[in-house]
C-alpha cells in the first residue's frame, strides 16, 4: 500500500470518521425496521432503549472512564481531579445543548430548549440528534486516545485500538434500536414509512460530525486526554439519565426496561473481555 493512502487510513481523524458513518449506518438500519410493520410493542421498545441505556453506561465506565483513571493514577490522590473536571464538563455541555436546542421527548411528549415553532417531526429528529452527539464524541475520542497510546513511552492497559473497537461496537449495537424508536414514532404521528425512515436516518447524522471533534480534542496532547475520555464520558451519561431511562420507564414497563439495562451493561463487558 502506497505509504501516503496507509497514513491517512492510520489516523484517527480518519479512523473515527469511517467508526461515525458506521454507528450513523447503524441508525438507518435501525429505522429501516419501519418498513417491516407499522408500530411495536411499548414493552419491546422499552427494553431496547433500556438495553441501549446499559450500552451506553457500560461503554462509559470501561471505554472512557477507566482508561481516565488510569492515565492519571501517577497523580496519586488527585489523580481523581481532572477526571472528575472532563465528568462534569461533559454533562454541563449536554446540559447546555438541552436547555438552548428545541427537541421533543418521545414518550413524555414534552418539549424542551428555547421556543419555537418547529414541527413536530423536526422537534423528534432534534431530541435523537441531541442523543448522538455524545455517542459520536465518545467515538473520536476512543480513536483519539488509542493514537496517543501508541505514542506514550508507557502504555494503558485499557486504552488502545482494541477499548476504540469496543466504544464502537456498542454504540452501533444500541443505534439499531434507537433508530427504530424514533422512525416508529412519526409513524405513529402518521407519516409515511418513507417519510419515517427519512426522518429516522436523519436523526443520526451527528454520530459522525460529533467524531471528528472528539478525535481532534484526544489527540492534542496526553495532558488532556482523561479530560477528553472523562468529557464524552459525562455527556454520555448525562443522555442516559436525562432521557433514555426515563423514556424507557414512561409507559409502565420499568422493570423490564431495567433488567434490559443490566443486560446492555453485561454485553459491554462480553464485548471489552471477547475484542480486548
Avoid at 481516565?68 to 472528575?84: N, Q
Avoid at 418539549?111 to 432534534?126: F, N
Avoid at 488532556?224 to 420507564?249: C, H, Q, R, S, T
Wanted: aromatic share 6%; glycine share 12%.
Amino acid at each position: 500500500m502506497d505509504p501516503a493512502v496507509s497514513s491517512v487510513i492510520q489516523h484517527p481523524v480518519a479512523q473515527a470518521t469511517v467508526a461515525g458513518l458506521l454507528s450513523w449506518l447503524s441508525v438507518s438500519l435501525g429505522a429501516a425496521f419501519i418498513f417491516t410493520r407499522r408500530e411495536f410493542s411499548r414493552k419491546a421498545m422499552d427494553c431496547l432503549l433500556g438495553a441501549a441505556g446499559g450500552m451506553m453506561l457500560g461503554a462509559s465506565f470501561f471505554g472512557l472512564l477507566q482508561p481516565a483513571m488510569e492515565l492519571t493514577s501517577h497523580m496519586g490522590r488527585t489523580g481523581f481531579i481532572p477526571v472528575v473536571f472532563g465528568l462534569l464538563l461533559g454533562a454541563g455541555f449536554l446540559l447546555l445543548l438541552d436547555r438552548v436546542l428545541p427537541h421533543l421527548h418521545l414518550v413524555q411528549d414534552t418539549t424542551e430548549g428555547i421556543s419555537t415553532r418547529w414541527r413536530r417531526s423536526v422537534l423528534l429528529v432534534t431530541a435523537m440528534a441531541l442523543h448522538h452527539i455524545p455517542e459520536g464524541l465518545a467515538i473520536g475520542v476512543g480513536y483519539g486516545a488509542a493514537a496517543a497510546e501508541s505514542g506514550m513511552a508507557t502504555g494503558i492497559e485499557s486504552l488502545g485500538m482494541s477499548t476504540a473497537l469496543v466504544l464502537t461496537a456498542s454504540i452501533m449495537l444500541q443505534n439499531l434500536p434507537e433508530g427504530m424508536v424514533v422512525s416508529t414514532a412519526l409513524r405513529a404521528e402518521g407519516y409515511s414509512a418513507k417519510k419515517s425512515f427519512f426522518y429516522g436516518v436523519l436523526s443520526g447524522v451527528t454520530a459522525p460530525i460529533g467524531a471528528i471533534p472528539g478525535a481532534m480534542a484526544a489527540g492534542v496532547t496526553a495532558g488532556i486526554l482523561p479530560v477528553a475520555l472523562a468529557f464524552a464520558a459525562g455527556a454520555m451519561i448525562y443522555v442516559v439519565f436525562e432521557e433514555v431511562i426515563p423514556e424507557a420507564n414512561a409507559s409502565g414497563n420499568g422493570n423490564a426496561a431495567s433488567l434490559s439495562c443490566i443486560f446492555g451493561v453485561c454485553l459491554v463487558i462480553a464485548l471489552t473481555t471477547l475484542l480486548g
